[in-house]
């Protein structure tokens, strides 16, 4: 008979942290097991809940010692199962939700500090109410946690002006597998003193370690908007376009999205209220936002001036600009709804791919080709941040067809896509990453020298592989 | 007896490169030998001058299987000794000087593709002429390549608004110890598929490998500039001034450099032809540039606007904006003659640090009084990228000693500086880098915890340990 304490992880964890912080109940784990759409469930033992860095380390010490797995989670918002364990009994999922505290914010340094478990929504509030910006935007910003966004290297809607999350960061603290604090949380905009370790944390996945807290560069705050929604009548106009506008307007260009005539009719069909923009349609759309730190009518006359000479030199097809903020929010609505009306049309298969932008026309067209080659009448959905080179290239099922097309071509559609995405050296993850989604993928797709050298700094960091299993790598 | 070609290792890298492509005669070595100050001299056996991505790789993967060491060169303008070789007579110097090609430049992509070896200011000039920029710009940009900018993450004067060379880089090419090719030169901007390992090479002094290929991201052209010198009585001054431009006049501000009035008083006795700026002497001085793609009179009139108020608002104490380009360049002139007002002054102990921005002023004070606490008389030249927290915090003789004061203290001093530095969290090394100068403080300040992590990996890249010995690590 082994002694009792041998088996009796859970209890060690509670020894270490305190029972407050550790969930060990089968009732209690099961909403910690899957993710927020559902798809992904798995197993655990135990959920650890610390209130501070120390405990993550006493942790992941305690889980170490043990070759235990764990599985970081924030705000369980990534859409690849990245934070959701897998099936193994011996998991225990280490969530960064009561780690949310604000370290410091300074407008004059213009530098936030913050718990990684802290909401990004917060953090954007808090830096607004100090007179500044945290430009990482995205649809789940209420309830993803900085320290995934960062895990994760997050991109959204202000890319093409802020850059991903990555560009965002200057510093980083950590815990790494066996327990040691790696203390990165400087503010240095400047600091050339060998590797920049923090580099490997942001993007990881949670393979390498537990990002605890982050520190953040702030921008000046952006009081003025102007908008416009302007109609293309190819993906290759819409690039000229880009070009155009960003050279008349550089550091202004906050964001340049794109989608097809096929987007826009599924979100007249689906979503109540929504208006056609234009008399007539067009081939595709493209949703302009410059941003300024002040002089709205300035702004506007910029746009209006870039815009009225794109029409003349036939760079667009016609245009709208908001000249109210109800006008702006309902051109903004048009982009924003593809989404939920994709939801609403039944399961859409999701592509999240990342193209050289000047190549963009030249795969939608070949792509296309190669999508129908494997289902003829399917339906296209394609639309992105078209500035940063990303689209969402979503496919769904022939008209007439049911919704279980969705699950029985899922396979056989993204080797398609990834297929002609690796043909114009574009990646298959843009925004999103890896996690238990795109793994077999990843794999099959990636240079197996760089996966190499991955999978060797991961042993440097995590010699016992108890970081994440499953995910990435 | 050994076999004669067991001893001629330059015969084979004559064999497998070509015999132009490497030099081995003794006088031909020298000029390789030091770094452009003369400060450093080492040893060769040879130098090898590929002219293509193949012949680095046949070249590493030849010096790799006989251990021997090989020393990446760029334009050899680092400050630190970090592309001279070590006294050892093995060494391979590996020179990217022929490798200079412009590959690919797409002003609809906003990127560029270029080997390793061109020269800064040509590729800076290339953007140009396809109406784009690439922000990086240095003193040595007529001189320094691109792949040694990356391999030691050049700064430079834009930083503020663009970043470090880090932030423009989208790609990188690279040749392994052993001879592979990592092959990450692509345009993307959205590219989340495992860790980034190109940003360990960015930074990394030539010791994972070579760098011989480069991907960069291209801005808008800024077309109309605007200067302002203010004056302050204190560093606290500049500070409050600092946060006022940045939030008015946002991604406009292009450059906020300062500099004591020590730095003025130098520049006026050394410097032919230099004016006052200010009827009086004031305790500082800010040079504050703001650039935008278009409308001078509007720039003009933000910055007036912004000093104006500044002034009234007690945040500096007089200002004089530049109204044409000659008055332009003749207040930058104030700012960028400091170093050869030092040089024409004689040796100055010079000191690349950061420090957390709104630390500056306090910083000032408390490391005069540890300087001063060691050299009671010396005298402190202070100036550089304020926006960046990043200090040259240089020092001198006092006033009736000989030239040789600096040689008997540097020790002192520096050990001096970089203790504050690390009491306030700062870097020892802001945009220089380690090399060999400063190798013995990186070791000495750094966490030792993060240096054990940059040796295991450092081991995955170059196991043998062949790669720039004596530098950083």
Same mark, same amino acid.
């Given at each position: 008979?082994?002694?009792?304490?041998?088996?009796?992880?859970?209890?060690?964890?509670?020894?270490?942290?305190?029972?407050?912080?550790?969930?060990?109940?089968?009732?209690?784990?099961?909403?910690?097991?899957?993710?927020?759409?559902?798809?992904?469930?798995?197993?655990?033992?135990?959920?650890?809940?610390?209130?501070?860095?120390?405990?993550?380390?006493?942790?992941?010490?305690?889980?170490?010692?043990?070759?235990?797995?764990?599985?970081?989670?924030?705000?369980?918002?990534?859409?690849?199962?990245?934070?959701?364990?897998?099936?193994?009994?011996?998991?225990?999922?280490?969530?960064?939700?009561?780690?949310?505290?604000?370290?410091?914010?300074?407008?004059?340094?213009?530098?936030?500090?913050?718990?990684?478990?802290?909401?990004?929504?917060?953090?954007?509030?808090?830096?607004?109410?100090?007179?500044?910006?945290?430009?990482?935007?995205?649809?789940?910003?209420?309830?993803?946690?900085?320290?995934?966004?960062?895990?994760?290297?997050?991109?959204?809607?202000?890319?093409? @002006? +802020?850059?991903?999350?990555?560009?965002?960061?200057?510093?980083?603290?950590? /815990?790494?597998?066996?327990?040691?604090?790696?203390?990165?949380?400087?503010?240095?905009?400047?600091?050339?003193?060998? +590797?920049?370790?923090?580099?490997?944390?942001?993007?990881?996945?949670?393979?390498?370690?537990?990002?605890?807290?982050?520190?953040?560069?702030?921008?000046?705050?952006?009081?003025? @908007?102007?908008?416009?929604?302007?109609?293309?009548?190819?993906?290759?106009?819409a690039l000229d376009l880009f070009s155009r506008v960003y050279g008349a307007c550089g550091a202004r260009l906050q964001a340049f999205e794109f989608f097809t005539d096929e987007c826009l009719g599924l979100v007249l069909e689906q979503v109540e209220g929504a208006q056609p923009p234009f008399a007539d349609r067009h081939g595709g759309y493209v949703l302009i936002e410059l941003a300024d730190t002040a002089d709205e009518e300035a702004l506007q006359n910029l746009l209006e001036g870039v815009i009225g000479q794109a029409l003349e030199d036939g760079l667009c097809q016609d245009a709208v600009v908001s000249a109210t903020l109800a006008q702006l929010e309902a051109l903004w609505r048009l982009r924003e709804e593809i989404s939920e009306a994709q939801r609403a049309d039944g399961p859409h298969l999701k592509h999240d791919i990342s193209l050289p932008i000047e190549r963009i026309p030249e795969f939608i067209d070949s792509a296309?080709?190669? /999508?129908?080659? /494997?289902?003829?009448?399917?339906?296209?959905?394609?639309?992105?941040?078209?500035?940063?080179?990303?689209?969402?290239?979503?496919?769904?099922?022939?008209?007439?067809?049911?919704?279980?097309?969705?699950?029985?071509?899922?396979?056989?559609?993204?080797?398609?896509?990834?297929?002609?995405?690796?043909?114009?050296?574009?990646?298959?993850?843009?925004?999103?990453?890896?996690?238990?989604?795109?793994?077999?993928?990843?794999?099959?797709?990636?240079?197996?020298?760089?996966?190499?050298?991955?999978?060797?700094?991961?042993?440097?960091?995590?010699?016992?592989?108890?970081?994440?299993?499953?995910?990435?790598?």
């Open positions: 008979m082994k002694h009792m304490s041998e088996h009796d992880f859970p209890g060690k964890l509670i020894q270490a942290l305190g029972a407050d912080n550790v969930i060990v109940d089968s009732n209690e784990l099961k909403p910690w097991l899957t993710d927020w759409r559902g798809v992904y469930t798995g197993n655990a033992q135990a959920v650890v809940r610390p209130t501070n860095t120390q405990q993550v380390a006493d942790c992941l010490r305690l889980c170490n010692e043990h070759r235990v797995p764990v599985v970081p989670r924030g705000g369980n918002t990534g859409l690849c199962g990245g934070a959701t364990p897998d099936g193994s009994p011996a998991n225990v999922v280490l969530s960064l939700d009561r780690m949310n505290r604000i370290r410091t914010i300074d407008p004059i340094a213009n530098t936030l500090v913050a718990d990684a478990g802290c909401i990004l929504g917060n953090l954007r509030r808090a830096a607004q109410d100090a007179g500044r910006m945290l430009p990482l935007s995205l649809a789940a910003e209420d309830s993803s946690h900085i320290g995934g966004n960062l895990a994760t290297n997050a991109g959204g809607v202000n890319v093409v @002006r +802020y850059g991903m999350a990555r560009e965002l960061v200057l510093g980083i603290e950590a /815990v790494l597998p066996n327990g040691e604090i790696f203390n990165g949380l400087q503010t240095l905009r400047k600091d050339n003193t060998g +590797y920049d370790l923090k580099q490997l944390f942001i993007g990881s996945e949670g393979t390498l370690g537990v990002i605890t807290g982050v520190a953040l560069k702030l921008h000046p705050l952006v009081g003025v @908007r102007s908008v416009v929604l302007a109609a293309v009548e190819s993906p290759k106009q296309e080709r190669r /999508v129908r080659a /494997v289902s003829p009448d399917c339906r296209l959905f394609i639309f992105g941040h078209f500035g940063d080179g990303n689209l969402h290239y979503n496919v769904s099922r022939p008209a007439g067809a049911g919704k279980e097309w969705a699950a029985q071509w899922e396979g056989r559609v993204a080797e398609a896509v990834f297929a002609e995405v690796a043909d114009y050296g574009g990646s298959i993850s843009a925004e999103h990453g890896i996690g238990q989604l795109k793994r077999h993928a990843f794999h099959h797709h990636k240079d197996p020298m760089q996966i190499r050298l991955m999978l060797q700094i991961k042993q440097v960091f995590d010699p016992n592989s108890i970081m994440n299993p499953g995910k990435l790598l």
